[in-house]
Structure formats: C-alpha cells, structure tokens
C-alpha cells in the first residue's frame, strides 16, 4: 500500500466551518510538507475531461421512485433526511469498504462507489415531496484535493460528478458540504434515520426528537417486507452465486483437510468477490464441533474426514441484497449412519417448515411446525422424555434446536429487524416476503445428557424461500438438500 503525503501531525485539523479550504494552503501551513508551489501549480492543469456522458439509469430506478413515493404518501409536510453513512477506520489511516445504510440503499439503489457521505433528503412540497441525493463532488483539480487528500481520486479512485449521479439515480444531485448548513436553517418538522452521520444528526439536535425518528426507521423496515420484482431478482441472483460457492467449496475440500477452514472461507470469499460486492455476513465454516456454535467466524479449525461441515455463507450483490444458505456437509463425502439419522430429522423438520411458508399463514407457522418434528424425534431417540405435547409446551427440546428457525431476508441478511412485532413475528405472510428456512440440531462436545457418539455432531438446514401467490418457490433449490442428494451430488463435484 503507497503512503499518503500526510502531515507531521497526523491529527489533520478539521474544517467544518470552510470545507472547501485550498489543500495547497494548508500546505503553505506546513501541513503537507514536501510540496513545493511549482508542483502544486503543475498538478492543476494538463487533465483530460472524463466526465461521463452516455450514463444509462440505474435498474431499479422506477422502484426506488416508487418507494420513495411510499415514504413521501406516509410522512406529509415533513422534511426526512436518510444518510448513507461515512467511512468507518479500520486501523491508524485505512478505513473499511464502504457499505451504505440500508435505508439510504433502499431508497435510492445508490452504490458503494459513489454513496460515503450521501444523504437523500425528502423536501415538502404541495401534496408531495421533492427528492436530493447530497453527494461528494468530483475531486477537485484546481485545489488540488484530487491528490493531496486522502481520499482524492488518486488515491481511492474516481467518484461520479453530480451531474452523473443525477442520470444515475434519476434524483437531483447537490454537494454533501452545503447540506449541514442548510439543515441547521431549516425549518419545520424534521426526521432523521440516526446512527450512519454524525454530523448530520448534529445539524439536526434541536429539530427532532429520538420517538419520531424511530417511527421513520420503523416504516423504513417494514416496506422491505414485501419485496418487489427487482428484489426478488437481485435476491435470486445472490442464491445462484451462493450455490456456485458451495460448489467451489465441495471441490477444495481436501486442501481444507491439508489446512483449515480458512481455506473454505476463503474459497467462497473468492466466488462472493467475483460475482457480488462481498459477503452478506460472516461465512460460517464450521468443522466438526464447531458446527455446534451458532455463529462459529473464527473458522480456524481443523477439518477431519468423518467429520461434518456445517457452512453457513451468502453472497450479496452489488445492489446489498444477500443469500443466506446452510448445507452440513460429510467432509469425505458420505455421512455415517448416526450422521445421516441426525441429518434426515433436520431435514424432515425443514420440510414441515418449507409446506408451512404460505400466504394467509401465519409467520410463525413454519417455525411451530419445525420444532414439532424435532420434538419427536428427540422423544423418539430417548433423548427428552414426552409425551411431544409437554416437551413442546416446556421448551425442552430447545436445549438442541436453540434458535428461531428463520427470519427475513433481503438487504440486510436479517431483514426489516426493526418492524413491528405485529407486523413481523406476529404477521401473516404475503406473496412477495422472502425469508428463511432454517432448523438445526446441535449436540454439544461436552452434552452429558446425551450418548457420547451424539456430542460434537451439529446439523443446520437453511434455504431461502419465497411466499408466492399460490404457495412458496425455493429459490435455493439448486442445493441438493436430501442426505443421499447431498451425497451424490459431491461426488459428481470431486469426481
């Protein structure tokens, strides 16, 4: 990584007051040390104009209009200002990708190369609103910023001017510098999506309050419930990167053996990275006992024939949206007969699950229906006494399926987490939700209550399914999911 020309204090003074002030100044200040006016005035000139013209709309722009058209329709004559969020520091001077907020990416299918430091702001007008995606221009080239600041386009590449935002995102585009000023001016009701920008909700203390702000988050969350085509089609594309991860994992896993699970991370780090923006979380690959913590990331462990490997990862695309996909898998490829008894009880579960996932029914149907099947078997095996009823009522059988068997799914792997009780736990599903699938029996390594051969053995089935008009449609099915599927089907990736 090249070094930055920093200054001798590494604490830049900030300037919120004049945050145009010439970076070449601030070197006459002493602040950038080495650059001499010759240099500084060279830089300015001898640049091609790159401005793009031929920029196409991006694909959901009917959608997010239509969103934003929601928003506008739920909070009339009030001013709603939704950042995007800024860059978060990594270590010293190098920061983490950008992600923006959900609610900004929602609303305006802004993207991680032109969206740190964003804010949509929704202006009251008549019956209505007017939209403005606040951006940062270009870097400039007559003061130098473009090379002389650290996150000038030298250094981390070039961002969208206004104008092409605006053909972009189909919104007016204004600079991101002027609208703390203009904030701290307004007046009127005033909402803020908080927690992405400081400074934003610095501008805007003594305008809103921390109960109206949360009605906005809350809508926010609960309009992604029902996903439209386009996220139903972004979501389908995340699923179908997803199997081709799972299938690059299945054909390394002997140099996971020769390794670890870094390697498995890795690997489908790699197919994420490719096709989408990242990972939607973090990968889950969970060897052995390990597949018996929920959310095993360290993925530092050996990896042994004859044991299971519980992998738990998503791609997410470009536009945020993340599959969230489970297989435990046999790492020589076929399961024992204890194994395989285990298994096909997870598996019987998630298909009592999958047929409970309709339209009219009720969101904790599939997760009832579940834990029933478990239940029995557990009773069945000797493992809790019953009847299923008692075990069912007293929760007993939760010392193994521990969590909630899904949630949903969309730009943030679990989705609309702020929604109402009523309208989520409690809901009804419609056509549109996505969400998963998602029982699991785990047996812990030092479980005295059950036969030794049963500890350590950690099973999870996961699938994204979609309630459709007339049912639900797997969008995950291209997994094989039966245990002798399962088998069959690694043995053809490694043949």
């Not at 300015?44 to 934003?68: C, F």
């Not at 951006?135 to 206004?162: A, C, I, K, T």
């Not at 598996?347 to 009592?352: C, G, H, K, N, R």
């Amino acid at each position: 990584m090249a070094e930055e020309l920093t200054p001798e204090n590494p604490e830049t003074p900030e300037n919120p007051e004049n945050e145009t002030e010439e970076p070449i100044k601030q070197r006459k200040n002493g602040l950038y040390p080495g650059v001499s006016d010759e240099l500084a005035e060279n830089m300015k000139s001898g640049w091609a104009d790159t401005e793009l013209r031929d920029l196409e709309p991006i694909a959901q722009v009917a959608e997010t209009a239509a969103r934003r058209a929601a928003l506008s329709a739920r909070f009339p004559g009030e001013r709603l200002v939704i950042p995007a969020g800024n860059l978060k520091t990594r270590s010293n001077d190098t920061e983490y990708s950008f992600r923006a907020s959900v609610e900004y990416a929602y609303l305006t299918g802004g993207r991680p190369d032109d969206s740190a430091d964003g804010v949509l702001v929704l202006e009251p007008k008549g019956d209505g609103h007017t939209a403005t995606i606040y951006l940062l221009p270009r870097s400039d080239r007559e003061n130098g910023e473009f090379w002389l600041d650290g996150q000038g386009e030298l250094w981390v590449g070039r961002r969208h001017s206004l104008t092409e935002a605006e053909k972009r995102y189909g919104i007016p585009a204004s600079d991101v510098r002027e609208l703390a000023g203009s904030l701290r001016e307004a007046t009127g009701p005033v909402r803020v999506v908080r927690g992405f920008d400081a400074g934003i909700e610095a501008a805007l203390t003594d305008k809103v309050t921390a109960e109206r702000d949360e009605e906005l988050r809350v809508f926010l969350s609960e309009a992604r419930l029902v996903k439209d085509e386009f996220e139903v089609g972004e979501l389908q594309k995340a699923v179908d990167s997803t199997v081709r991860g799972f299938e690059d994992v299945v054909k390394v896993l002997d140099k996971a053996e020769a390794t670890s699970e870094r390697y498995i991370e890795g690997t489908f780090f790699l197919r994420a990275r490719v096709e989408g923006n990242d990972v939607g979380y973090g990968s889950i690959c969970a060897a052995g006992p390990h597949a018996c913590t929920l959310h095993w990331v360290r993925n530092d462990g050996p990896v042994r024939s004859g044991d299971l490997l519980l992998l738990d990862a998503g791609v997410e695309t470009h536009t945020y949206y993340t599959a969230d996909v489970t297989r435990t898998l046999p790492v020589n490829g076929r399961y024992s007969e204890l194994q395989k008894k285990i298994y096909d009880a997870v598996y019987d579960a998630q298909e009592a699950g999958i047929a409970a996932v309709q339209p009219g029914g009720k969101f904790r149907d599939f997760h009832d229906a579940s834990q029933r099947v478990l239940a029995e078997r557990l009773v069945e095996w000797g493992l809790v006494e019953g009847p299923v009823e008692r075990v069912l009522e007293l929760g007993l059988q939760r010392r193994w399926t521990l969590h909630g068997t899904g949630h949903m799914l969309g730009m943030d792997v679990h989705d609309c987490a702020a929604a109402r009780v009523e309208s989520y736990v409690d809901g009804t599903l419609e056509p549109g939700m996505v969400l998963t699938v998602e029982p699991g029996l785990y047996f812990q390594a030092d479980d005295l209550s059950v036969p030794e051969e049963y500890r350590g053995i950690g099973v999870r089935i996961e699938d994204d399914i979609l309630v459709t008009a007339d049912g639900n449609r797997n969008l995950s099915a291209g997994l094989p999911r039966r245990s002798d599927e399962v088998e069959e089907w690694m043995a053809a990736l490694k043949a």
